[in-house]
Every structure is written in C-alpha cells, then in structure tokens.
C-alpha cells in the first residue's frame, strides 16, 4: 500500500512539473461532527478531466496541504475520504484560502464472503445483519424458533434474549419499540415468513439527540418486516382439541406499516402452556434498580415447594386464558403515542409430596408435607406512552396502572396433621413516569425527569388447624389461625440533569430528591374451639410507619479519545438519607441519617474492530427497608413466624467485573468470557430457630461478611460446510456465607458449576436435528458441620429430529432426558419423548397438526434440590400423556 502511494506521489510531482514550475499550497483541515480531527486521510486534487493532479494524507492534526498549479482554478476539486466516512468532493475557486470539511461517519460494510449454502450475514458500524431466511427452515413457523439458531444469539427457557453473553436492553420492529421488554409476546406470535431480518444494534442509543454525544453499552435486537407484510393485516386463527378433555384455542392480528403497529390477541387453553410467560418483563430487575423505590414485597405465602425442573408445559395444570393489546401509532414524525394492555385469567393446580432435612450441628431437623394447592391468578395491566423523540429534544412520559389478585385453596398434611389454607392477596400500583431533554443556546442538554408511584397489597391468610398452640395460644387447643397484612406506599423522584462536552470529556451533572413513605399493618387471630376470635398470645400486631427522604447528587464523566478505542466513565453520586420509622405499639421511635459516596468506574477498551475488553467497578451503599424493623410477629406461612429484633440494617456491596467480547463476524464465529467478584458487608444476621413443625426467624444485630466468585463464558461458531450452529458454554460460582440457626453460626461455602453445549444442524433442505447437554453440579460445607458435603449433580440431555418426507408434510420427534444424583439418594432418571405430525393444506392457508406429548405417560416426578444445609425432596404429579388435534389457519 505504502508502494502505490510513492508512485501516486511520484506521478502527481511529473504531471505537476510539467504542467509548470510556479506551485500554489492548498490547505485545510478535516473533522467529524463531534469535533474531533481525522488524521490519515486521503485527499486528492484533481483537474477538470478527472486526472489527479496532487495527492496527500491528513496528519495527527487531521491538517493537510499539497501543491496545486498557481492561478489555474478551472475544474479544480478536492476529493476527501477516510475509512468510516461518506466521501466529500469541493470544487476549489480560491487557492488562497482553506478548504476546512465535516466529514460525516458511514457504516462501514465487511465483505461478504460468497460460499455455497452460507448464510448471509452483514456487519453495517455498530448493527450486524442476519438473513432470517438463512436460518430457517420449512418447519419453523414464528420468529422464537429461528432466534435460538443464530450463532451469537442465545434464547433462554423463558424467551429472554442476550447477544454474545450480553442481555438485549431494547427490542424494535422496524425500527418502533412496541413492547418494551416484554418481547415473548413478538419471538411467540410473529410469523417467520414475515421477517427479513434480524439486526443486532451494539452500543444502542434510543434518544436521537444523545446519539454520537452519549457512550451506551446496550445490545438491542431489531426485527425488519417484509415489504409485502406491511401492506396488509396478517394473523392467525387455531382451534384445537385433545384428549383428556384438552383444548387449545387463539386468535391474533397483526400490522407493521409506518404509521401503525400492532400486535393483539386472544387466546386460552389446558394443555400447560402458561400465558403469564408471554408478558413477563425481562428487564425489570434494571427497571428496579433505575426507579430506586423499594417498593415492598409480598409477605404472605402458602408454603408451596415450588415447582419441579421441568418445561413448563410437562408439569402444569391449568385453564387459562389471556387477552392482550399492543399498538404503536405514529401520530406524526417522531411523535407516537403507545398504548399495552392486558387481562389474564387462570386456574393453576399443583399436588406434591415433600420431604426436607436442614443438617445442624446440634441434630438434624426434618419435616414432610404433601399439598393440593390451586392458584387462581388474575392480572390487568394498563399502559399508555407518548414519546416524542427528535434530534434536539426529547419527551417521554408513561402511565401505568396494574392489579393482580390472587386466590389459594390449599388442602395440606403437615408431619401427619391435615388441615386447609386459604390466601388471598390484592395488589394494586399506579404509576406515571415523565423525562424531557432538550438543548440549550450554548449546545448543553438539560433533562427533567419525574417519578410517582402508589401502591397498596393487602393479604389475608387464613389456616384451619390449631398448629403450634404453646407458641401461638398459651398451649390451649383452638382451632384457627387468620393473619392479615397491608403495606401502601407512596413514592416520588425527580431530578433535574445536564449534560455538556469540555475538553473532549461528556461531563453529566444531576440533583434530586426523592421521597418515600410506607406503612405496615397486620395483625394474627386465633379462633378459639368455641368459635371466638381473639389475637395470638405473642405479639404479633405491627402499626409501623416509615419514611425515607433522599437528597442526592451525581457527577457522571464520559471521556472517549480520538481513535474511539478507548472509552472511560466515572461517576461519583452522593446521597445524603433520612428515615424516619416509629410504632408506638413497641415504643419504637427510630430516626436516623447517613451520608454515602457510591462511585463507580468503567473502562472499555477496544482490542480489535469487532473485539473489546471491559473493566468495571462499583461501590453501592444501601440501607434496609420496612421488612428488617417490624417488631410484631407476622406468620408468613403455615410454619414460618418472622419478626425482628435489630437496627435498621446497613450494607456496603462491592462489585468488580472484567469481560472480554470477542467475534468474527464474516466467519460466525463469536466468544464471550466474564469474570467478578463481590463482597458485601452488612451489620445484621437472619437468625432462625428450627423444629420439626415451626420455623421461627428473628433478624439480630451481627457483622455479617457475604462473598462471591463468578466465571461464565460462552462460544458460538456456524460450520459452513456442515450448516450447523454449535454452542458451548460454562460457568462457576463459589459463594460464602454465614447462617445463625438454632443459636449455632455456620460459615458455608458453596461452590455451582456448569458446563453445556449443543448444535442445530440443518442436514439438508428437509432435514434438522438439535442437540443439547447440559451439566451441573453443586456441593456446600460448612466449617462448622463435621459431616459430609453436600453434593449434587444433575445432566440434562434435549434432542429434536424435524424432517419432511413429503412436501408439505412435517413430522417432528423430540425427547428429554434428566439424570439426578444427590449424596445419600437414590438416583433419579427420566425419559419423555413427543410426537407431532402437520400437514400444510396451501389452497386454504391451513395448517392440520396431531400431536401426542408424553409419549411414555409419565404421571409423577421426584426432585432433589440442595442449599446450604438443606435437602429437599418433592414428588409431584404430572400429566400424563396428552393428545391433541390442530388446525390453524393463516391469514
């Protein structure tokens, strides 16, 4: 390269001598739109003819100058390009003065590699293009079932989305985000036929006027509709029956025009298909963590053992039925207006047998149950969203409004004693999020941003049996238990920002004020064997209140140099805190105040083109909530009273993290490895008193250390030549920790590792098969227990074979096998297995599927679960085998 550029230079200084010896010096200087100077590029002055008269680079400076013929102007231009930029072309009319240029960045496009039966794949800057078609195939009908084959994308059980090991933030149709983070609802109900592509959007900024101004480490997905699919409304209608007594009906719509988008549905069904798993929010941890409310939990429970590891749809027994409506409107350009809502009812039942151990010291202590439990959730959810989004302003403000009652009928057996529960629970939110940006005279960015919230969760449970009598009623026989509670809170935040580049460094500076007010109400009855009603004999009354005022203050710097490999943040919030909590029935009158600096500190560093390494550091400083003051006891469930005996609890948690991001994209091949590690300090303990029929918890004051080792890593590479995606991954997990029970403290190690892999092969046009294995293997010990470790080991195996062995006729066969070992226990294999066959009718659109699930009628399960000192055993009773007929139209 250096070779041509000599000879071109070499070239430019004979045309120009020939031309004549009295020279002109042509000067400017290149820059991008963010300022910064562009050094090595390419200039070139060429005459009329299109001849190149001069050549030249750009220096460190982004300044260049060449010779030019003196006093000849005629047809004269200056070519300006550099790798990442659109190519600028200026006539030059005057020699004596600079030719100065913007120039603007352009996608850069990796070459793409023709070879037979490769998928195409595109990278455009920071978006890498799949071709859905590539990885699809005839038995695949909605967009989820293509996604899990993409090298690089990896779908969770639940539907979550994460690229290269990293969480997708954002999920986009054609550019609009209609769902938020409640994308199931497009991965389960989208055709396939209808997606051109899938983009994977790197360091995605949603905010126009942020973009380039702003560094964002967020991943986002975005799915491009076909244009033939955006003239019309597409959907689907099936209705389906089965035997025993199944049924499986839907009915969705669907449009992706520029104006509108939508996504509605309803649908229903007994096969074990939850709905609830289609509006789950994946996001909302972040969503938690952004909103620093706290706003309280549940605290009422049955004391269900949970559900077995297994899919969904092969334990559960339902009758459900959701309706749900998503639209998107695009009122005018960059102006749209969103509204989500939905209303899910369901009827879940449950029937287990369960064993559990916790190994002490002092003698281990063991209870068994076995429950009927039937839930009836019930969940409505209404959301509305104006969004105005434009180059140098930005307006956002969302209601949401959300209620979930819920019923439990509970016939349980407790160590041999039967008795019945009832809980009922009603919780109720209302909230209104608003943020504006915009652009003041001097170019800095202001934001106004404000929170409010209110909610209220009001329990009732209710156990007909007269448990623990010398805990609860001064050792006389009664005959009930009823415990009620409520928590409503109210909260607000709002701050106001700005936003402004000196030097080179995007500096963000931020006060606000939020405000937290709670209470906690409940109160534990007995019902006397005369049917009178009277309060527990401990005290278990709360009547507290609590209020937290937050004044704070950030410093957020965002430094990025000149080559963009190298990106650096460092934020410094300061956080002054007062609470105030009192219940006058425990004398109880507590306020306190802290101070906090919580900094933190991240380093991006790019090590290739599509390679980076990242470092990060963070130091969070929390005080504790409502739940660790209460004085009165509350009993959570049937065998569980908590109170609490301590100050308010203070915690100090620092996390450190490296992660390399590795891929290649023209090969599909992609690699991803973190590594952290986190310590947190706390002044308080949770300590428990264990029987064989109550567990008692109080929380005392005790310096408590938790930490933690993580390492996970992940590969994905597509093999052309066998047009396969193969995928492996591993993780390792060493936490230590302390538990006071039974007045003994027990310091614990445990130690969770991982290892997986898998293919989806495509064997020919009428073929696939995939595979999958995963491993895990738990162990923890104590110091303190001189018996054995616990250990546990579980190798999960999944494989599927979809074939057509005639057009328009799909045949697919797929099977699990679990294989459980646990220290001490017997060990645990099973096998299920599914049958389907479906034949596509093209001159109605319709599709005829006949199905058997649990092929091998299996009816009940055993699981074997593990913590630090505990052992679990559950048998639960499964459908057995199921068969259903389909048929499905596409319209």
Known sequence: MKTAIFLIALLCSLFSMKEGIAQSQIRG???????????????TLKNGEGKIIAFTRTDEKGSYQLKAPAGQTAGLTLELSSLGYKRE?????????????????????????????????????DTLNYKLADFSNRQDRVLGDVLKKMPGIEVASDGKISYNGKNISNFYIDGDNLLDDKYNIATKSIPKDAVDKVQVIQNDQPIKMLRNKINSDDVALNITIKDEAKLKLIGQASLGAGLPNRFDENINGM??????????????????????????????TELQDRLSNGKPATLLSTGAAGVPDLPQNRYLFNRAGLLNVNNLFNLKKDIQLKTN??????????????????????????????QHNVSKPNQFRAQASLNINREKSYLNNTFISNYKPMKYEVGLSSNGIPFGQQLQQRPFEVSNEFSYLNTLKNGNIYNLYSYLSYSSQPEKLQVNAGLNADQLNNGVPYSALIQQSNTPAYFANTYLSFKKVLSGIVQTYKTGFSFQAQELTSYLNTIQQDAQTQPASLNALNNLNWKRSNLY???????????EKLKASLSVPLSYQYIHYRDPG??????????????????????????YLQLSYTLKNELGTMDDIYRGAILKNYRSLYANNAPLSEQKNHTAALNFNY??????????????????????????????????????????NISAYNLDGNISKYWFALRTTFSMGLSWLQSMNNQFQNNELLPYTATNSGIKAGFQSKISSNT??????????????????KEEPIRYKQIRQQAELSFMPFNDLFLNLSAEHLYTKQSGQNRLSYLFSDLSARYKLNKINTDFEFGISNLGNIKTYRAVYVSSNAFTSGTYEIPGRIAMLKATLTF
């Open 29 to 43: 200087q290149l820059k991008d739109h963010k300022g910064k100077t562009i050094n090595s590029a390419t200039i």
């Open 89 to 125: 072309v200026l006539s030059v009319t005057d020699l004596n003065k600079n030719y100065d240029a913007i120039l603007t960045e352009s996608s850069i496009a990796l070459p793409t590699v023709v070879i037979n039966n490769r998928p195409r794949l595109r990278v455009d800057g």
């Open 255 to 284: 449009m992706f025009n520029k104006k509108y988008k939508g996504i509605n549905y309803l649908k229903g069904n007994n096969i074990g298909n939850d709905p609830a798993r289609e509006i789950v929010s994946h996001n909302f």
């Open 341 to 370: 809502l939905y209303y899910l009812l369901d009827r879940q039942q449950r029937d287990y047998d369960k064993f559990t151990e916790y190994t002490l010291p002092s003698g281990n202590v063991s209870f068994t149950e076995n």
């Open 553 to 563: 203050t950030e410093g957020l710097y965002e430094y990025e140099t000149e080559d």
């Open 586 to 611: 425990y004398a109880l009158n507590e306020k306190m105040n802290r101070l906090f600096v919580s900094p933190g500190l991240r380093l991006k560093y790019q090590t290739g083109i599509e390679n």
């Open 663 to 704: 891929r290649k994209a023209i090969t599909m091949f992609f690699f991803n490895l973190q590594a952290s590690y986190s310590r947190i300090n706390l002044n308080t303990i949770s300590s428990s008193t264990l029987t064989n029929n109550l567990q008692e918890r109080i929380v005392l004051p005790y310096d408590n």
């Open 768 to 785: 696939n098969l995939n595979y999958s294995i995963n491993y895990n293997q738990m162990e923890s010990k104590s110091s303190a227990n």
